[in-house]
């Protein structure tokens, strides 16, 4: 069978990444990202149009975070857990990491209602059953979910004072930023500690990006 387009550039970075994934995974990626490409100008989705530039500075760049959250599941056990991600507009990184993490419940919740059409749309479509599109304001929802994440979305303040109410005994709050925020970690509520810094390193983007790893104190 010959490989789609983009097919070669993804698994190069799954394999920088050391990220093994079925081939069933890889194709449900090359989906999401048709998926985008299909619908961005109906749901202006991303400002990013070029499909090698997409799949580099979103597919890989939410790639990057999968090892580490994998990583902290397993140190969690057992089945059932599940994940809020906030602000996911067209569902970056939840419907990544749904794809990539087909035992964890993923919720990618946003204010703009064809945002969360869509991913509720690729789950449709990819017959993805652990991802579901929210449209709703983070502040009104409730948990507990195990890991509330985000990227390019508030500072971390506002983001882990605006979903406080998702987190429940032993969450985490998963932060993806692009340098490490010097200033928004000093502005951080006092009853929250930060428990790890996570340098990230994105095949092919000459980029720093990290995790900022967060609880409640
Ligand atoms: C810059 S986009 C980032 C989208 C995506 N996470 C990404 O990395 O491409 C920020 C998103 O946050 C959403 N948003 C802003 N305030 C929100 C809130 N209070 N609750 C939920 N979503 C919100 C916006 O509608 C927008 O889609």
Known sequence: MSARPHEAALRAGLNTLGLTLSDGQVGHLLDY?????????VYNLTSVRDPAEMLNLHLLDSLAAVPPLQRHLASLGGAGRRLLDVGSGGG????????CCPELAVSCVDTVAKKAAFVQQVAVELKLPN???????????TGPFDVVSCRAFASLPDFVTWSRAAMGEGS??????AKHPAEELAALPAD????HVEQLQVPTLEVERCIIWMKPA
């Open 92 to 99: 970056l990184p939840g419907v990544v990491f749904a794809i």
């Open 131 to 141: 991802l579901r599109g929210v449209h709703a304001r983070v502040e009104n929802l």
């Open 172 to 177: 985490v709050w998963l932060a993806m930023k």
């Open 33 to 41: 990202m048709a998926l985008i490409q299909k619908w961005n100008k």
């Open 192 to 195: 929250v500690a930060v428990f």
